[in-house]
């Protein structure tokens, strides 16, 4: 792989993983939240990949295998089902409405640029330049968690805070111990299979998803 591609193919492939976690924000069906989620996880393997490819390291390529598997395919199908079944599936009243969170997402995208300047500035490589990408997904991942009432949101808004680490774990270090990523994609899909019972239980219990009205629910 060229240079000049090697760089366009990381550039655009984390630019899809900081677009993705905006798309979460701008759409308010959760079936189009969780496909955006598995595009994204599509997207952070890739990145994995290509650096694999261009440092030819065999366990990076694994690794990125393993990302396209688990937070591509796996974790989206079983938050998919929980979506499926339930038939209140969008965003109706989000704390903070569509066009407030873009606003919220261009600046914590600034932010992030800011806040990470001195750590590119030490890691002057293609990879290096596009931590912010990394760190800005994580905010916004932060963010989605705050404004977003109903359950399988806030569980994606945790899944891009979870993505965001591991990009600027990528971009920093040119990934991690494949055991390293294997324990924490098993954590994770743990937590969401834990998640996804949960969900489930609520639904047949409560028949609803919504945080703010199993609260009321409660009082």
């Known amino acids: 792989m060229s240079g000049s591609a090697y760089a366009s193919s990381l550039e655009i492939a984390s630019g899809v993983v900081l677009v993705c976690a905006v798309v979460t924000l701008w759409r308010r069906s959760l079936s189009a939240i969780v496909k955006a989620l598995a595009v994204q996880g599509v997207a952070l393997g890739v990145v994995a990949l290509i650096l694999g490819v261009g440092k030819h390291d065999g366990v990076l390529i694994a690794v990125a295998c393993l990302v396209i ?12 089902r929980v979506v499926a079944g339930d038939p209140a599936s969008r965003e109706a009243a989000p704390i903070v409405n569509v066009p407030a ?15 990470t300047g001195s750590v590119v500035a030490l890691i002057p490589t293609t990879a290096g330049r596009l931590i912010p ?13 705050a404004v977003r009432r109903k359950a399988v949101s806030q569980i994606v808004g945790l899944l891009l805070v ?15 111990p494949l055991l390293v990523e294997l324990g924490a994609s098993l ?8 998640l996804r019972v949960l969900a489930a239980q609520m639904w047949s219990k ?14």
């Open 69 to 80: 598997a688990a937070k591509g395919v796996v974790i989206p199908a079983l938050l998919g």
């Open 101 to 115: 969170s873009l606003v919220g997402a261009g600046a914590l995208t600034f932010l992030a640029y800011g806040a």
């Open 133 to 145: 990408l990394g760190f800005a997904t994580m905010l916004i991942g932060y963010f989605a968690m």
């Open 187 to 194: 954590d994770v899909l743990l937590a969401v299979v834990v």
């Open 162 to 176: 979870d993505n965001g680490i591991a990009l600027v774990a990528f971009l920093a270090t040119a990934g991690v």
């Open 206 to 219: 409560f028949g609803v998803l919504d945080l703010d009205e199993m609260r009321e629910l409660h009082d």
